[in-house]
């Protein structure tokens, strides 16, 4: 049910390292087109591009190559120049909105998509209150904090909440907390372990075809792994 109306946006930015030297030999027969040159008998035979003597100052007059460039973000639209195309942004509104808005998107583009996820937490706590931790938690609804935080923070104790849950996957060095938890919307395969000092398993378990677990994470551990449980939520004082 859940995977009908979660989604998720990723946007990728990548790093870009352009780098390029250029040599030449003492008599001119170093320099190509670029396509590389077979080697054979005439080229074993000519004379070795000389090497500068160590601690020798590079020649001046020869032209310095490219420097490696790195792309960054792209600018944010300023605070102050944040505004719709009618009306105004309300003082909240314009607090979610500051950088966030790359040059050249529209504003309200961005504020939609921040108030889609409170619509998203809302249809989500009348279905299910634990469903809809348990969507933070995995990152199925993405962006939750700021937007509880700005737009909508009658969700906070959800946030709140989901701050101290685990989703599938291996927790470990110094993000295992003991405490109390019990899984949401597990499938069958359902598995979890908790392990300590030398990797000593300390519990273990599945959900027994489905069928919602609690479980105890004690002290001495050191690593939770959990496979097929989706997300695992505090209980009582652990959130």
Same mark, same amino acid.
């Given at each position: 049910?859940?995977?009908?109306?979660?989604?998720?946006?990723?946007?990728?930015?990548?790093?870009?390292?352009?780098?390029?030297?250029?040599?030449?030999?003492?008599?001119?027969?170093?320099?190509?087109?670029?396509?590389?040159?077979?080697?054979?008998?005439?080229?074993?035979?000519?004379? =070795?591009?000389?090497?500068? *003597?160590? !601690? /020798?100052?590079? &020649?001046?007059?020869?032209?310095? +190559?490219?420097?490696?460039?790195? @792309?960054?973000?792209?600018?944010?639209?300023?605070?102050?120049?944040?505004?719709?195309?009618?009306?105004?942004?309300?003082?909240?509104?314009?607090?979610?909105?500051?950088?966030?808005?790359?040059?050249?998107?529209?504003?309200?583009?961005?504020?939609?998509?921040?108030?889609?996820?409170?619509?998203?937490?809302?249809?989500?706590?009348?279905?299910?209150?634990?469903?809809?931790?348990?969507?933070?938690?995995?990152?199925?609804?993405?962006?939750?904090?700021?937007?509880?935080?700005?737009?909508?923070?009658?969700?906070?104790?959800?946030?709140?909440? =989901?701050?101290?849950?685990? *989703?599938? !996957? /291996?927790?470990? &060095?110094?993000?295992?907390?003991? +405490?109390?938890?019990?899984?949401? @919307?597990?499938?069958?395969?359902?598995?979890?372990?908790?392990?300590?000092?030398?990797?000593?398993?300390?519990?273990?378990?599945?959900?027994?075809?489905?069928?919602?677990?609690?479980?105890?994470?004690?002290?001495?551990?050191?690593?939770?792994?959990?496979?097929?449980?989706?997300?695992?939520?505090?209980?009582?004082?652990?959130?």
């Amino acid at each position: 049910m859940r995977n009908t109306f979660l989604a998720g946006a990723a946007v990728v930015l990548a790093t870009v390292a352009l780098a390029a030297c250029g040599s030449s030999s003492g008599d001119g027969g170093g320099s190509g087109d670029g396509g590389g040159r077979a080697a054979g008998p005439a080229a074993s035979s000519s004379a =070795a591009p000389s090497v500068p *003597a160590a !601690g /020798a100052e590079a &020649d001046p007059t020869e032209p310095a +190559g490219p420097e490696v460039t790195r @792309s960054s973000e792209p600018p944010k639209i300023p605070t102050d120049r944040l505004t719709p195309a009618t009306g105004t942004f309300t003082k909240k509104q314009k607090e979610y909105l500051t950088d966030r808005v790359p040059v050249g998107m529209d504003p309200a583009a961005v504020l939609q998509t921040g108030q889609e996820t409170c619509d998203r937490l809302d249809y989500l706590v009348k279905v299910d209150r634990d469903t809809a931790v348990g969507a933070v938690v995995t990152g199925e609804i993405s962006g939750a904090e700021p937007a509880v935080a700005h737009l909508c923070p009658r969700h906070k104790d959800l946030v709140e909440r =989901a701050s101290h849950g685990y *989703a599938d !996957g /291996a927790h470990r &060095d110094g993000k295992v907390r003991p +405490g109390r938890y019990r899984d949401v @919307s597990p499938t069958p395969d359902c598995t979890w372990e908790v392990t300590g000092p030398g990797g000593k398993v300390l519990a273990s378990g599945s959900s027994h075809g489905g069928k919602r677990t609690t479980i105890t994470i004690p002290e001495a551990a050191l690593a939770f792994t959990s496979t097929g449980c989706w997300a695992w939520l505090p209980e009582g004082d652990n959130g």
